[in-house]
C-alpha cells in the first residue's frame, strides 16, 4: 500500500523559509512523478511543483523562482524548499504521486496517491 507523510509545515513572516518534506513508503520513485500541491482556504487545489522519473522539475509561476523540489531515493524523501514566502502561500500543502514517468500536468485529478497534508501559514 502506498503511503505519503508530509512534515515540516509551520507559520513564518513573510520573506521566510520553510522546508517541507514527504516520506514515501509501500512504493519507489522509480517510473513516478511525484509532486507538490496547495489549496489555500475556499480555492481549488493546485499544483506548483513537480518532478518526473527523470529528475526534469517543473514549477507553477506563482513560485517560480521561489520554491524547489528535489527528491533522495535512497531515503524516498520528497521536499519542497520554499524561500521568500509571502501570505499569499497560506494553506495545506500535500504530496502527490502518480506512476508515470512524465509528469500529467497541474491537475489534481491526474494523480493518485496522496498525503495527508501539512499546514503553512504566513502572516506578520
Known amino acids: 500500500q502506498v503511503r505519503l507523510a508530509e512534515s515540516g509545515g509551520g507559520s513564518v513572516q513573510p520573506g521566510g523559509s520553510l522546508r517541507l518534506s514527504c516520506t514515501l513508503s509501500g512504493a519507489t520513485y522509480m517510473g513516478a512523478c511525484m509532486a507538490w500541491f496547495r489549496q489555500a482556504p475556499g480555492k481549488e487545489r493546485e499544483g506548483i511543483a513537480n518532478?518526473?522519473?527523470?529528475?526534469?522539475?517543473a514549477y507553477a509561476d506563482a513560485v517560480k523562482g521561489r520554491f524547489t523540489i528535489s527528491k533522495d531515493k535512497a531515503t524516498r524523501t520528497l521536499y519542497l524548499q520554499m524561500n521568500n514566502l509571502e501570505v499569499e502561500d497560506t494553506g495545506i500543502y500535500y504530496c502527490a504521486r502518480v506512476l508515470k514517468f512524465a509528469c500529467p500536468g497541474w491537475s489534481a485529478r491526474n494523480y493518485t496517491d496522496w498525503g495527508q497534508g501539512a499546514e503553512v501559514s504566513i502572516s506578520s
Open positions: 518532478i518526473d522519473s527523470y529528475d526534469d522539475t
